[in-house]
């Protein structure tokens, strides 16, 4: 379980997240949805510590961590929240220079201490697990866009993290493309993997997610599960942002 309370993130002096309050439960499948500016990908950074947070608590799992100001946050702890999560970026972020396998291997070798044995065979169960078994020895440079998302899925789950963090996971990508990492998100929700996913692609939320959570100017409008949000929302700001979606929407019994 993620539980975050009263989460705040500036930017020079202006509030980017403004007293957030959420609790992803284990094995869900939750997106962020919001107009661009949102605070949308601040708030996946804050989780994974990319950005730390000015105020509030962040807990995973039984691990804790609690932002006070400028308060300095002590890398161990810092370190001890990391592990527990995965990031998978938008723009995959591979290093160019190592081969697939070795882009996956490396955090466990490096990072947790791992053997080169042991790393090696993690990286093709998940390279297996993701349809990029095949690709292990080349590098990124030569595979599709949605081949290296895919591998970059590979690698953010690697040291089996409590959750995985997906910012934006098809936006760079064309809609053939999109459904080879579509097809990779829908098996680890099916395998219970608990995901928080970042999404301007309403349709994505409505077929994927189990929750949805709407944000705008850095404030939760609204959250709920995707049948509520996307057929049923209570506040009107939030009946306006999904009406682009009213003719593309799951095959819902209202």
């Given at each position: 379980m993620i539980q975050l309370n009263g989460i705040e993130k500036s930017f020079n002096g202006q509030k980017v997240l403004k007293n957030i309050d959420l609790t992803i439960e284990e094995g869900s499948l939750t997106a962020l949805i919001g107009p661009s500016g949102?605070?949308?990908?601040?708030?996946l950074r804050c989780i994974n510590l990319l950005e730390i947070p000015q105020a509030g608590k962040l807990q995973i799992g039984n691990e804790s961590i609690t932002f006070i100001g400028k308060e300095r946050i002590v890398h161990k702890d810092v370190?001890?929240?990391?592990?527990?999560?995965?990031?998978?970026?938008?723009?995959?972020?591979?290093?160019?220079?190592?081969?697939?396998?070795e882009n996956i291997m490396e955090g466990?070798?490096?990072?947790?201490?791992?053997?080169?044995?042991?790393?090696k065979k993690r990286a093709l169960e998940l390279l297996e697990k993701v349809g990029m078994s095949h690709k292990a020895d080349v590098l990124p440079a030569t595979l599709s866009g949605g081949q290296q998302q895919r591998v970059a899925i590979a690698r953010a789950l690697a040291p089996s993290p409590k959750v995985l963090l997906c910012?934006?996971?098809?936006?760079?990508?064309?809609p053939e493309l999109s459904q080879e990492v579509?097809?990779?998100?829908?098996?680890l929700a099916k395998e219970g993997t608990t995901m928080l996913m970042a999404t301007h692609d309403l349709?994505?939320?409505?077929?994927?997610?189990?929750?949805?959570i709407f944000l705008e100017s850095g404030e939760i409008?609204?959250?709920?599960?995707?049948?509520?949000?996307?057929?049923?929302a209570l506040k009107q700001r939030t009946v306006e942002f999904v009406s682009?979606?009213?003719?593309?929407?799951p095959d819902w019994e209202i």
């Amino acid at each position: 379980m993620i539980q975050l309370n009263g989460i705040e993130k500036s930017f020079n002096g202006q509030k980017v997240l403004k007293n957030i309050d959420l609790t992803i439960e284990e094995g869900s499948l939750t997106a962020l949805i919001g107009p661009s500016g949102s605070g949308k990908s601040t708030l996946l950074r804050c989780i994974n510590l990319l950005e730390i947070p000015q105020a509030g608590k962040l807990q995973i799992g039984n691990e804790s961590i609690t932002f006070i100001g400028k308060e300095r946050i002590v890398h161990k702890d810092v370190q001890r929240i990391r592990q527990q999560t995965g990031m998978v970026f938008q723009n995959f972020q591979l290093f160019p220079h190592l081969t697939v396998i070795e882009n996956i291997m490396e955090g466990l070798i490096w990072v947790q201490k791992w053997s080169h044995e042991q790393a090696k065979k993690r990286a093709l169960e998940l390279l297996e697990k993701v349809g990029m078994s095949h690709k292990a020895d080349v590098l990124p440079a030569t595979l599709s866009g949605g081949q290296q998302q895919r591998v970059a899925i590979a690698r953010a789950l690697a040291p089996s993290p409590k959750v995985l963090l997906c910012d934006e996971p098809t936006s760079a990508l064309d809609p053939e493309l999109s459904q080879e990492v579509v097809a990779v998100l829908k098996q680890l929700a099916k395998e219970g993997t608990t995901m928080l996913m970042a999404t301007h692609d309403l349709r994505l939320a409505a077929n994927l997610a189990h929750d949805v959570i709407f944000l705008e100017s850095g404030e939760i409008v609204e959250s709920g599960t995707s049948k509520t949000i996307f057929t049923r929302a209570l506040k009107q700001r939030t009946v306006e942002f999904v009406s682009t979606l009213t003719n593309t929407l799951p095959d819902w019994e209202i």
